[in-house]
């Protein structure tokens, strides 16, 4: 006999449903798709441990006659493809017919439905993959779908199942796309006879994601709207102080189609590279329409990842219209007041560098002849800087105060020279105009083999930014001359800082990042630190030079260079005003 066998048709139905049945999360998934295919408008879910012992999924859609009730149980039986060419121009969620048999394969399985021609439902009970009743009963109209004990005949697939807490999450996400995705549909679900998401008919997307992460947070949402030969886009993305850790609170649809999209998101973050730090990830919920013929949503079980037609000018488009939105919108972060016991909003903590013994050593800035605004002193440091955004001291060498119309506001110090000197250093990069400076004496640079290689790696971008630097000996570089905005960091331990900065990189990082990376470590090392004496004109010089560069309430690391108290707020805090 040979190897090669075909294995019995219990084990192929089974291997076939652990491709579409990972986990209840999956079978909730594909229950509520079927549901929004059949044009439900209202949906509900019951659970009982996680979705372990009992999902239920009820919903007021067009239903099932009694044949389409029982052959809906066949594998890739389906009332969405009639031959090939609709494959190619799908618009319905579920469209495999792998679904209800292979969750039947892994749990009792029973379906109570009834269409509207009908007088009477129909319920099927299925079990181990088998129909073991059809019969006649009162049902309203829609289907209502039963999954008791999943996984209870395969113990090697119910082992790997998480708590129910964890399982329970996974579901939660299910819900949230899928609500998110059509904000017209009624959901409704429960856990172990609790409540937990109660979603009503919304007329927009914002209506609804108010309904999931509460008004505050709705309301300082960026609206984006695009249209280009490939997709039209609408949606909204998040403000930079609001960028998690957490990579998946990315919410992308297609076509009404929840779904994972590297390319989508790595198009987001390039779009708020300039405001946001690289550990950090924007929340954003894009809706894309695209041709079904332009897509290909067949590519995986789960339906979830889509192939994209011109890859390149989707990323592009992408980044480009979340760069610009950035750049239109007004982005000055707040400090937000609120009553004791509730959770504050909090932003990323300023930059700031402690390890400075002389704090008031003064610190040149370059100057600029457009810096020459009348200065009027006051009573000791208070000093009138400038008549635009009325800076009125600097407070413990690290941050400068001014004030408005709306209310007062602290400048970081570092971050407002940071930005200064990442957006001059990326001009002159980008016209090959780097100003340098010469070293009085050459520094010789020893680095590890796996540094050597970094910097012989990256050595053009170098070069181009102002470090005329050479190979030396086998792990040795002699620097020659730096950029000119660098006063007092070492070249050499710049360089090191830069050989370790690109080794944390991903792998497949392209020049532009690197080069990235780079011109903000250099801004970063290079620019005034907390602790820094500032003089009246140096103070002056920095505040011209920080309100004419680009999304300059942030430093190129993503953290807030200024930060706004309202007088509204203030008066509240002393119960000038209710």
Known sequence: MGKIQIPPEDTIKRIAAGEVIERPSSVVKELIENSLDAQAKKIVIELEEGGKKLIRVKDNGEGMARDDAELCLKRHSTSKIRDFNDLL????????GEALPSIATVSQLSILTKSKEELTGTLVEAEDGKIKKIIEQASPEGTMVTVKNLFSHIPARKKFLKTDSVELRHILNIVTREALAHPR??????????QIINTPHRDNILDKIMDFWGKDFALELIPINANNSIFQLEG??????????????????????AISSSLIAAACKRGYQPVIPEERHPQVFL?????PKEIDVNIHPSKDIIKFPKENEIFEAISEEVRKCLKDVKLLPEIFFRKPNVKIKTLPKSYTSTNLTQKDKNIPIEFT?????????????YVLVSEKLNIKAQINNTYLLGEDSEGFFLLDQHAVHERVLYEKLKKEMKSSSVQVQNLLIPETIELSKNETYIINENLNI?????????????????????????KKASPSILILDIAE???????????????????????????????????????KSLISQWENTDYHNWCPHGRPAVIRFSWKDIEKKFNRKE
Request: proline content about 2%.
């Open 236 to 257: 909204f993305i998040c403000k930079p102080f609001f960028a998690r850790r957490k990579f998946g609170l990315q919410y992308l649809f297609v076509n009404g189609r």
């Open 89 to 96: 121009k799908l618009t319905t969620l579920g469209f495999r």
């Open 369 to 381: 002849e457009s810096t020459k605004t009348p200065v009027k002193e006051k009573e000791e440091e």
């Open 185 to 194: 549909v009624f959901f409704q679900l429960s856990h172990n006879g609790k």
């Open 287 to 291: 809706f894309f329409t695209i041709d």
């Open 462 to 486: 170098l070069q181009n930014l102002g470090f005329n630097m050479e190979a030396f000996g086998q792990n040795t570089f002699l620097v020659r001359s730096v950029p000119k905005t660098i």
């Open 501 to 539: 900065e690109i080794e944390n990189m991903e792998k497949n990082s392209s020049i532009e990042e690197c080069t990235e990376k780079i011109l903000t470590l250099v801004a970063c090392k290079s620019a005034i630190k907390a602790g820094d004496k500032l003089t009246n004109e140096e103070i």
